[in-house]
């Protein structure tokens, strides 16, 4: 059986191979409608760091698994027996075919410390292939002691500043599957397709005094309240994740660190306990204050969307002479992706003059 599991940091990228223990993958409540042809559906670009880079998702019945962000994203399809992993890294400077040939070496040094830890048998690799699509390809084979063959492929691309790497990989009872070559086909087709887009342009709000880089294919509705919302955004994918921005002009008195400015907060905190989603009716529970370096204050609660329970997590911070809020609201299962993308939002607020 077969699951997945990190071994190795190099260069950015947090390596994982399966290791022992098959991925759970939660079994279809209905069976899924025939899949139109191929020609007619159009392809669904996913974002990848801030939607700098954009690639085509894996159709049917590929889905993702486990957490992911906008620098990694893992896939899964058979019950675990078959894997792709899209990762990104920030890329220095240009490699030189020197510092190629290191950084494969350091991954197959990596991956035979793997091996010898679980006990597998190396069946082939890992060793470098010629790919001319590609900056570097690397394949590895080998054997667990339940008797499956891992095989997997790594594709390596540069885009200016970033690295790209997807890991195609399948888990067999024999060492010769027909699935292996189509997973690593995709994973090569998924890289060599994977584009380079226009970074997303800031919103400017005069009023707030603000701007603000909304998440990428995220709907923005603009209010520009000078005290009150800024703006909302809203996923198109999930009805109930919303992220809300406020600001409140901070009184002279109140703009340096002190008690008038801790009184100041904590009036602007309690009366967010009554704005969305919560309510008279449906009021903040369960609060909990978390460490954040980044902000005055951080707060998660619990609360209610349409009847439906909600994991809110608010940022405070300042921004010039503006108190400026980021609450979060999502499904409980949704809260950690959120407040990732909550937190990139956050770090885009800036003064609209700088």
């Not at 992993?85 to 020197?98: G, I, K, P, S």
């Amino acid at each position: 059986m077969v699951k997945v599991r990190a071994i190795v940091t190099i260069m950015g990228f947090v390596l994982f191979i399966p290791s022992m223990g098959r991925a759970a993958v939660a079994p279809a409540s209905a069976p899924a409608p025939a899949p139109t042809p191929a020609s007619s559906q159009p392809a669904r670009l996913e974002p990848l760091v801030g939607g700098a880079l954009r690639y085509e998702a894996p159709p049917e019945p590929w889905k993702v698994y486990g957490e992911h962000s906008d620098r990694i994203v893992r896939y899964v399809r058979d019950e675990g027996r078959a894997y792709l992993e899209v990762a990104v890294d920030d890329l220095a400077a240009q490699m030189n075919e020197t510092q190629k040939q290191s950084y494969g070496f350091r991954l197959g040094k990596a991956i035979k410390e793997q091996v010898k830890t679980e006990n597998s048998e190396l069946l082939y690799g890992p060793k470098v292939q010629k790919n001319e699509r590609f900056w570097l390809t690397l394949r590895d084979t080998r054997k667990l002691p339940t008797g499956e063959v891992v095989d997997r492929v790594q594709v390596f691309r540069a885009f200016g500043i970033y690295l790209a790497r997807v890991a195609a990989t399948t888990v067999s009872k024999e060492r010769e599957d027909p699935l292996t070559k189509e997973v690593h086909a995709l994973g090569e087709d998924l890289l060599d397709r994977m584009k380079v887009m226009r970074g997303v342009r800031p919103t400017y709000f005069p009023r707030s005094q603000v701007k603000i880089v909304p998440p990428v294919d995220w709907k923005e509705t603009k209010v520009d309240q000078a005290n009150g919302v800024i703006a909302t955004y809203g996923d198109p994918r999930k009805a109930i994740s919303k992220i809300i921005v406020r600001s409140r002009v901070i009184p002279r008195d109140a703009r340096t660190p002190g008690p008038k400015q801790e009184t100041f907060l904590a009036k602007a905190i309690d009366d967010q306990r009554l704005t969305e989603p919560f309510s008279t009716a449906s009021t903040s529970r369960d609060e909990t204050q978390e460490s954040d370096p980044r902000t005055l204050k951080r707060i998660k609660a619990t609360g209610e969307v349409q009847g439906k329970p909600a994991a809110v997590d608010t940022r405070y911070f300042i921004v010039s002479d503006v108190l400026v809020s980021v609450r979060a609201v999502s499904a409980p299962a949704d809260a950690a992706s959120l407040a990732e993308i909550a937190a990139k939002l956050m770090e885009s607020v800036t003064p609209l003059r700088d």
